[in-house]
């Protein structure tokens, strides 16, 4: 119940294209849902989150959809670029006592071909 | 503002070795952790710090310690080093509880570890 599938595992798109990577969850209690890229040799950094009170956030070519009743979410990266390539974890959040617990998704790696 | 840093970049340590990990940040964050990134495998948590003077275990604790005497460092112990630690670790900070409890985790740049 407290995991969080990912998926593709790795992907390759062209330059241009749309780039769709799933998460699916299973434990409502979950109440934040971010996003996090990585580029190879660093670590994480948040690119996008949403609440699962809002179906769909955008911040400039990055779009988190949310399906509630489906427990799904998804991140569209619209007019792929090649500098978009790196892994993208999706996470969901949930209080856990006295910490606030990411629990991530096993990462998807993005390839954007020029 | 360095954010959050940690060092060293790179290590190789003998099995039975002993190391600390260490990690800073500079943002006057409340929360700490620790993950360690394995191929394919995602984030583990394997300790967080509330505040200084409060840690507690995350998914995968075993073999690891820590400790948080500052605001500022909180660093990551390996005893007995077993090639099963063979990962990266990263540290991540957040701000706090309450109104910012959904504030994000920023992260070093890891440290990649070796155990032979």
């Known amino acids: 119940q407290q995991q969080v599938k990912q998926s593709p595992q790795s992907l390759i798109v062209q330059k241009g294209g749309i780039s769709i990577i799933n998460c699916a969850y299973e434990?409502?209690?979950?109440?934040?849902f971010p996003w996090y890229q990585q580029f190879p040799g660093k670590g994480p950094a948040l690119l996008i989150a949403i609440r699962p009170d809002v179906s769909e956030k955008k911040e400039g070519r990055f779009t988190i959809s949310f399906n509630k009743s489906a427990k799904q979410f998804s991140l569209h990266i619209m007019d792929s670029q090649p500098g978009d390539s790196a892994t993208y974890f999706c996470a969901a959040s949930i209080e856990a006592g006295n910490n606030r617990k990411l629990i991530w998704g096993l990462g998807t790696s993005l390839a954007v071909n020029p | 503002n360095a954010g959050v840093t940690q060092t060293p970049k790179f290590r190789i340590l003998k099995i039975g070795q002993s190391m600390t990990l260490q990690c800073a940040q500079d943002m006057n964050h409340n929360y700490m952790y620790w993950y360690r990134q394995d191929p394919g495998m995602g984030l583990k948590l394997i300790y967080y710090?509330?505040?200084?003077?409060?840690?507690d275990k995350g998914e995968v604790p075993n073999g690891y310690n820590v400790s948080r005497s500052t605001t500022e460092d909180f660093p990551l112990r390996l005893e007995l080093a077993a090639p099963s630690q063979t990962s990266v670790y990263f540290c991540?900070?957040?701000?706090?509880?309450?109104?910012?409890?959904?504030?994000?985790?920023?992260f070093g740049p890891g440290t990649r570890l070796t155990v032979l």
């Open positions: 434990n409502t209690a979950f109440d934040y």
């Open positions: 710090s509330v505040g200084a003077g409060i840690t």
């Open positions: 991540a900070s957040r701000l706090g509880q309450g109104l910012q409890s959904y504030n994000e985790q920023f």
